[in-house]
């Protein structure tokens, strides 16, 4: 089986996904792009899963799932909190930590 | 008598039983104070004399005595003792301390009548006795020094005992710190003695003197004459004895005139080994004492206040003990007979300016004498008695004690023989004048005396006899002692199983010697007369020449020492400041600086967007990657 295509999907979503972090503002997008990030890296998991026969990567891929999930627990109440306290999503404007 | 050396310890205790008792009593022995002082000086003085007694009876070799009282540090190897060593030349010291002391006592029951803390004055006067009988008792360098701090301590105290008056305080702590220099010298020494001989008791440390190098023993007798020279107020740590004058007069005859500043002479000749075997050393002994005896001299034909100029005589005097000391074997003897017979008159000397004081409503500019010999007689005899005796008239004590020592200066032999001869037969010409100068304006000529701050006139009168008593005394010994001693050599044979003795061969013959000494001394006495006797005397003095003014400011002592000490030392400072502010301080504030400047620009790293986090993220993983794939690559 050729990965290649699969890994030119991986490379796009995550092109798109580190993209959406660095240029978009909103909390909520900026969240939602590091999940594509972390989607292409599992697609890309799963292709050469796929590729070498065994599940190595399929079981890495769950994983990053969980993690993925707990972290959307966490980062979804940060970002409604701050909101609550700033009516704000705004990256930007919680530009506090800093010297 | 049996045990005679349990004795010894009694000579310090009695006086230091006084001080605590009088400094301890307070107010309740203001009445009695001072007879308990001086009871218990006299006490010490009287078993000084059972000791002497016991002590004749006993053959030369067998006379000294030992008395070991506790072990005060022993810790391994070091060992310190309080014990004390009675021989002849302690024994010598012992009588003149508590002799004169017992008399200066005496003196300043009357003296101090007036003064309301006189029961403190006579409990320093007994600490005094104490530190200067342990000073020349013990029998190792280090209960010496005891005492030699005592003395320094007591001196301190008793110069400003008065020290309401400013100038007395400052004299008071200029003495302090001009014999700390000198006292730093002998604790240095006893440290050296310590490495080197491993003990510091005068037997061993004297006894080993043939087996340690000469560069060692030099070193040593530098330092013990540094101490001399500090203690002894020899040129240069002179300074201090001039002013040490503001104390009272009995302070000025018993510690600064025959006592305390004798202590260099006595620590010289009892190290005497040490110099005897250190040829460099004698001869910056002899150098210190001949250029003190006439700086000393020089200064005294300046002064108009009666007691500095007796303290520019003690200066010279002392000088001429320094160098007969310096002298070796030849002079040791003649060192300790000068001191003891200088003692004598020159505790009278200070005791009759004290009693003209007393007269004169406490004036002591001699310009506002004159006249005194018709109103105080007993002082005017006892005075000129001493004023005889220092002179070195012939006959009375100094001429023999100073007449030796100008021939021993002289059998030194070589030109250092002939320098040091000619300097002590010109101190002798100067002191013939300096006293007959003072002598002069004194007792004779018309009254010049002005009226005190009052407005009043002072009335002279003899002091009373507790005064008058202690000057006569003195003025016997100023008279005979030194045709005692000099009886058949007496003090030489009494001093010798101490301090070795030879005959020293002059070039000159003692005849020609003695003939140059009393035809100086006339010279002096001429040339006094003819300034001071025949015109009179300006109450104001006169502007004088150079040498005066120069004389009057002490030989610019203190001006060298402003600017070569106290001006020197402020430049090192200084200059050591500003190295430390610029350079020390500037390495250390430089690196801090930059630092700090460092991170002030990595900080604007940290402007809290997450998004300039993220790309640095990014960034810094790109090259990561990049950079992997590269040496992959290659």
């Not at chain 2, 007798?221 to 004895?241: I, R």
């Not at chain 2, 700086?295 to 320094?322: E, H, P, R, W």
Request: proline share 3%; net charge neutral.
């Amino acid at each position: 089986m050729n990965p290649v295509n699969y890994l030119y999907l991986a490379a796009l979503l995550f092109t798109i996904g580190a993209a959406g972090v660095l240029i978009r503002r909103n909390a909520i997008v900026v969240f939602m792009c590091i999940e594509l990030m972390l989607n292409a890296c599992n697609l890309a998991l799963v292709a050469f899963s796929r590729m070498h026969g065994n599940l190595d990567g399929q079981i890495i891929a769950f994983f990053t799932m969980v993690v993925a999930a707990a972290e959307v627990v966490v980062g979804l109440a940060i970002i409604v909190s701050l909101f609550r306290s700033r009516h704000s999503a705004s990256v930007d404007d919680a530009s506090l930590m800093k010297l | 008598m049996d045990n005679a050396e349990n004795l010894i310890a009694l000579l310090v205790a009695a006086p230091l039983l006084g001080a605590a008792v009088l400094l301890v009593g307070g107010r309740r022995l203001d009445r009695t104070g001072h007879w308990i002082g001086t009871a218990l000086a006299a006490v010490s003085f009287v078993v000084a004399v059972v000791l002497f007694a016991d002590m004749l009876g006993r053959p030369g070799d067998d006379r000294t005595l030992y008395q070991h009282l506790f072990s005060w540090i022993p810790v391994g190897g070091f060992q310190a003792d309080i014990a004390f060593q009675l021989d002849q030349l302690s024994m010598t010291f012992v009588l003149l301390i508590t002799g004169v002391g017992s008399l200066i006592h005496l003196y300043s029951v009357g003296y101090m009548e007036h003064d309301e803390r006189r029961r403190r004055f006579f409990g320093y006067l007994n600490l005094f006795l104490a530190a200067m009988l342990l000073l020349v008792l013990a029998d190792n360098y280090l209960l010496l020094y005891v005492g030699w701090e005592g003395v320094g301590l007591a001196s301190y105290l008793l110069i400003g005992f008065w020290q309401h008056k400013p100038s007395a305080a400052t004299a008071a702590k200029k003495a302090f710190l001009v014999n700390r220099v000198g006292d730093m010298g002998l604790s240095i020494a006893i440290m050296l003695m310590f490495t080197t001989f491993g003990t510091f008791a005068f037997g061993p440390v004297l006894g080993a003197t043939g087996e340690t190098s000469e560069g060692t023993l030099t070193a040593l007798g530098l330092l013990l004459l540094l101490a001399a020279c500090g203690k002894s107020a020899q040129v240069p740590l002179q300074s201090w004895l001039g002013d040490a004058m503001e104390g009272p007069t009995p302070v000025s005859a018993l510690i600064h005139a025959a006592t305390m500043v004798t202590a260099g002479v006595y620590l010289i000749t009892r190290s005497g080994a040490i110099f005897n075997a250190a040829p460099d050393a004698q001869l910056a002994v002899v150098t210190v004492g001949a250029v003190t005896l006439l700086f000393g001299a020089i200064v005294g034909c300046a002064k108009d206040d009666i007691k500095k100029a007796l303290a520019g005589s003690t200066m010279s005097q002392i000088g001429y003990m320094i160098l007969a000391a310096g002298l070796g074997p030849i002079g040791y003897a003649f060192a300790i007979m000068h001191l003891v017979t200088h003692g004598f008159f020159k505790a009278g000397l200070f005791l009759g300016a004290g009693s003209v004081m007393h007269g004169m409503n406490d004036e002591v500019d001699m310009r506002k004498y004159g006249g005194l010999r018709k109103y105080m007689p007993i002082t005017f005899v006892t005075f000129g008695l001493g004023y005889l005796a220092i002179i070195g008239f012939p006959g009375l004590s100094g001429f023999f004690s100073k007449d030796k020592i100008i021939e021993a200066a002289f059998a030194k032999g070589g030109t250092e023989g002939w320098i040091l001869g000619g300097a002590a037969l010109l101190g002798a010409a100067i002191t013939a004048f300096y006293m007959t100068r003072v002598m002069l304006m004194t007792f004779f000529g018309e009254k010049r005396w002005q009226p005190d701050d009052k407005g009043e006139l002072p009335h002279p009168h003899e002091s009373p006899r507790t005064m008058t008593i202690p000057m006569i005394v003195l003025a016997f010994g100023s008279v005979f002692a030194g045709g005692l001693f000099s009886w058949h050599e007496s003090f030489v044979k009494w001093l010798e199983p101490v301090t070795s003795f030879e005959h020293g061969h002059s070039p000159l013959s003692a005849a020609t010697v003695t003939t140059a000494t009393v035809a100086v001394m006339v010279l002096g006495v001429a040339l006094a007369y003819l300034q001071y006797g025949r015109r009179p005397v300006p109450v104001t003095p006169p502007r004088g020449s150079l040498l005066t003014r120069a004389a009057r400011r002490d030989l610019l002592q203190d001006d060298f020492n402003h600017v070569v000490l106290v001006r020197g030392g402020e430049h090192l400072t200084r200059s050591l400041v500003y190295v430390d502010h610029s350079l020390v301080d500037g390495v250390v504030n430089g690196t801090a600086a930059s630092f700090g400047g460092l991170s002030g620009r990595l900080r604007k790293l940290q402007n809290g967007y997450a998004r300039t986090y993220a790309v640095t993220m990014f960034g810094g993983t790109a090259v990561l990657i990049a950079a992997t794939l590269l040496m992959r690559a290659v």
